[in-house]
């Protein structure tokens, strides 16, 4: 069914255009029958878990553990208290994408009530991803303040923050810009080279951060919005978005000039859950307050998410990445009925489907040709536009619940660890 409505949505889409097809690069490990070995490998927990850990980095799961567990052999750690924590530790796993300069979504349950927050400063300046952590800490009733959290992750967390496959990956790309750095460059580099997975970074005085944070906290004006777009299209069926996904019926594409990226996590515990995605526009590699956490501005495209909730209280959390346009692939998940899924293995399976995208300037379609069918090539081929193949598009995170089942749901596309236990 899901096969049939791929191609029924191409056509349809498509039927109108009028260029003529240039080139589309066969994939050769398609072309010899040979299966890739995908980045991430357990995308879903196997049986109902009632605490479930996500994240791009096994090591920071492994570091977070050990604080918690650290932390609880004298003190008690509510659910909230966890989430900052879990925040405080991807600042350091993830110091370009989670910097106290980021903007930060967060979707939280909490009593059956599932929230948005999204923070930023309109001039792009000051700490918002701070700002949010201390403001839910105070929405929440913890009894502790985002300065003695920051006091607890440096007292207990030891120097072994580890490199990861997305950060090694960041800091090539970025080689030369830190090579000109010296500060930079004496933490982040062995030699010629940037710091590769495995290795050490150095750890972040979050004490000192929050001090600054606070001392600084009336000098900018910090927005936390909870505003998304009803989308809904029957009163059965909820679905709320970040972005206006209507637009994308009269074919109007939000194609941003580059990939739009994000550092993303999650924790749940017994019937609460935390959902979050962190992003920046960097200018430059500039440093904040002599650490190896990045400046950049918070007031800048972010990803996708969408929160689709029906009458049975089944729910579906989205958050959509890695793309130059990550609310078309949002928009076609809907395309192929995602608000019908009755089930996790579902949702999963909806995930690995074959992804397609529009780009303009030149107008042309690039889709995953591994993932896709020969009929459904064959199809497309015979369409007047150009169509390029891509090994891999976008990235979705996701959260599913219902009366039975939840999980949160990875995407084997990209590195992601799901750590799921019933402790």
């Not at 498509?14 to 995308?43: A, W």
């Not at 090591?59 to 567990?69: D, I, P, Y």
């Not at 989670?98 to 929230?115: D, E």
């Amino acid at each position: 069914m899901m096969l049939r409505l791929l191609s029924i949505n191409l056509l349809f889409l498509l039927s109108s255009c009028s260029y003529i097809v240039n080139s589309f690069d066969n994939d050769i490990l398609k072309e010899n029958s040979i299966d890739p070995i995908h980045p991430t490998q357990k995308t879903t927990c196997d049986i109902i878990q009632k605490n479930i850990l996500i994240s791009e980095s096994a090591e920071a799961q492994n570091t977070f553990q050990s604080l918690v567990k650290e932390v609880t052999k004298s003190s008690y750690l509510s659910f909230i208290e966890q989430s900052v924590l879990w925040s405080l530790v991807q600042m350091n796993y993830r110091p370009d994408l989670s910097s106290p300069s980021a903007k930060l979504q967060v979707m939280i349950k909490n009593k059956g009530v599932t929230t948005y927050y999204n923070s930023y400063t309109t001039s792009g300046q000051g700490y918002p991803y701070i700002y949010l952590l201390e403001q839910l800490l105070k929405e929440y009733k913890s009894k502790k303040s985002i300065m003695s959290l920051a006091k607890i992750y440096d007292e207990k967390i030891k120097s072994n923050i580890i490199v990861n496959t997305e950060l090694e990956r960041f800091l090539s790309m970025n080689n030369d810009k830190i090579k000109s750095n010296k500060y930079l460059k004496a933490r982040l580099m062995r030699g010629d080279e940037t710091l590769r997975v495995g290795e050490r970074l150095p750890k972040v005085n979050m004490t000192y951060l929050v001090r600054k944070y606070l001392k600084t906290k009336k000098s900018h004006r910090y927005k936390v919005r909870n505003f998304l777009f009803d989308t809904t299209s029957t009163t059965k069926k909820k679905l709320k978005c970040n972005f206006d996904m209507t637009l994308y019926n009269n074919s109007v594409f939000l194609i941003h000039p580059e990939k739009v990226t994000s550092n993303t996590w999650g924790i749940k515990k017994q019937n609460q859950v935390f959902f979050a995605t962190s992003s920046q526009k960097l200018d430059g590699l500039k440093t904040i307050d002599r650490t190896i956490l990045l400046r950049g501005n918070s007031n800048s495209r972010s990803p996708s998410m969408c929160i689709q909730e029906n009458e049975k209280k089944e729910q579906v959390w989205l958050i959509s990445s890695r793309s130059r346009d990550p609310g078309q692939h949002l928009h076609h998940l809907q395309q192929y009925g995602v608000a019908d899924i009755d089930n996790l293995s579902e949702l999963d399976t909806l995930l690995k489907f074959s992804r397609h995208q529009f780009l303009k300037d030149p107008v042309r379609l690039v889709i995953e040709s591994r993932r896709s069918s020969d009929a459904q090539l064959s199809e497309l081929l015979k369409l007047n536009i150009p169509i390029y193949n891509a090994k891999s598009l976008g990235k979705i995170w996701a959260y599913y619940e219902n009366k039975k089942e939840f999980s949160f749901v990875l995407d084997e596309r990209v590195p992601g660890y799901l750590e799921c236990n019933s402790q």
